[in-house]
């Protein structure tokens, strides 16, 4: 684990990029690999995966040595996923990622976030594990239940959710940011959207919490078999008594040019949205009130300027990047002097990709008002997150109705701020305030 000294202002960065013990060692390890890839590409890369924790004030800074003149811009990740075996070539500059993120007649996404496998389900999860032109059908089923103007509509319920969340500590002058507050409330917003009891809150993060994070195939078959069955039945129920409006029963009742959905293709919607609602905006706001509460410059000046907002969380959004997206090579290649075989994975840092200073300049330094910020936290081309628009709206509103009525506020000191840069990020994170003020 690396533990560094935590710096609290984007100032320090520059001490920080000079101490190499915040970098990744690129020395070659000797792992197991497939033979056509080069032993001099094999490198722990797990620090850049969101598997490493640290305490620095940009989680993200290990991954910097990745962009760095004359290290290869193809790498070997060769450790498991989820509990599987196998590797993956990671790239890491910007237009790399692009590249694959924009073709995937070459970099298909056939079995991308098909946990169901490890229980032996073998219908994708949708729309992600399909490829153009059948992902289409899917994209434009669920779209509308997306689209801004939809939002706009759901905003007023989204507000009052985060208004009460926050009128209840406010006057306590102390919460746990992360856990009782950004777990909390984009799952409420979730369990609202899809139509799902409010009473299966605490189990499905139970599920959810072990698929994603346990890395024990044993206890993910436990917690799959589990929440397949409950969606299953849950189905089961809107299809005999359908509750309009509900996106879940919307999904189990609908149709595709005409035709009613499968089941498979019904879970497979289903699953994958419960899979992906659940964690990521729980995530981005733990991290972002941790740079919040140690850079009170920042807060200040979004306070200062409310009109910032909205460029704010994009920034927020590009320097925490949650995931690294993960694709299957449909044919043998040769890219950056290496060659790649058909059914090799190929992963996309974008923890090492969102702070290319090719795309970005001055990547490191946080800018509220920075421009054309076009970063890959939410992936990209056909595939890009299906949830982006409800994921920027949720952190807007957070933040504007935080700062209208919580004054200035810290991390509570003495609270341990380490980060795992990923999915997992900060269990806990005490903040307080000034209650009187």
Known sequence: MISIRFIGTAADMENEMSDTATAIDLTPIDHEAPPHVPRDRIVDLRAANGLVTNDLADPYLPAARLLEDGVPRVLFYPHGFFGREGGAWAVTHYEDIRFVYESPELFSTQGAAQFQALV?????SLPLGVDPPDHARYRRFLNPHFTPATLTRMEPAIRQIVVDMIEAVREKGEVDISYDFGRVYPVRIFLDLMGYPLEMFEQFLAWEYTILHSQDAEQMRGALTEVLAWLRGFIAEV???PRPGAL???IANGT???EPLSDDERIGIIFFLWLGGLDTVAS???QMFRRLGTDLALQRRLRAEPDLVNSAVEEFLRTQPLVNSRRTLT???EWHGVRMKKGDKVMCLNSAGNFDPRQ????RNFDPARPANRHFTFTGGVHICLGAHLARRELRVLLEEWFARIPEFRVKPG???SVNPGLLSIRNLPLVWNAAG
Do not use: H, Q
């Open 360 to 363: 970005f300049g001055d990547p």
């Open 248 to 250: 879940a029963s919307d």
């Open 256 to 258: 595709i040019a005409g």
């Open 284 to 286: 981005t706001i733990g």
């Open 331 to 333: 044919r043998d290649f």
């Open 239 to 241: 299809r005999a008594n």
């Open 120 to 124: 032996g389900e073998t219908w994708p």
């Open 415 to 417: 609270s341990d701020t």
